[in-house]
């Protein structure tokens, strides 16, 4: 079992910056790539970026691509997403993800085995 607990989330003015944390339990941290997901209101959940179990791959999407990096550090079990030139339409719950592939993060929700339970990102126009 792995458990994935979230912090950074808060209110911010649009082209503000805020940086997510998830720091996840157990010692096989990094034999998971880990991920974001985002849930607007009345939206699905959609993938935001994902990084391999020992940071050398990423991805991310296009509506976030140039704005948003994904990190980690193995030593403390915690991947990072840094949020800059934020946007109202970033507003969402942010999910931390774990999962055994990193590709397969990026194509579907079944790519994932563990999920964390949200951070709120609002952003103000």
């Known amino acids: 079992q792995v458990q994935l607990i979230e912090s950074g989330g808060g209110l911010v003015q649009a082209g503000g910056s805020l940086r997510l944390a998830c720091a996840a339990s157990g010692r096989t941290f990094s034999t998971y790539a880990m991920g974001w997901f985002r849930q607007a209101p009345g939206k699905e959940r959609e993938f935001v970026a994902a990084?391999?179990?020992?940071?050398?791959?990423?991805y991310y999407s296009d509506s976030v691509k140039g704005r948003f990096t994904i990190s980690r550090d193995n030593a403390v079990n915690t991947v990072y997403l840094q949020m800059n030139s934020l946007k109202p339409e970033d507003t969402a719950v942010y999910y931390c993800?774990?999962?055994?592939?990193?590709?397969?993060?990026?194509?579907?929700?079944?790519?994932?085995?563990?999920w964390g339970k949200g951070t709120l990102v609002t952003v103000s126009s």
């Open positions: 990084i391999s179990g020992y940071g050398l791959t990423t």
């Open positions: 993800a774990a999962g055994r592939v990193v590709r397969a993060m990026t194509l579907s929700r079944d790519g994932v085995d563990y």
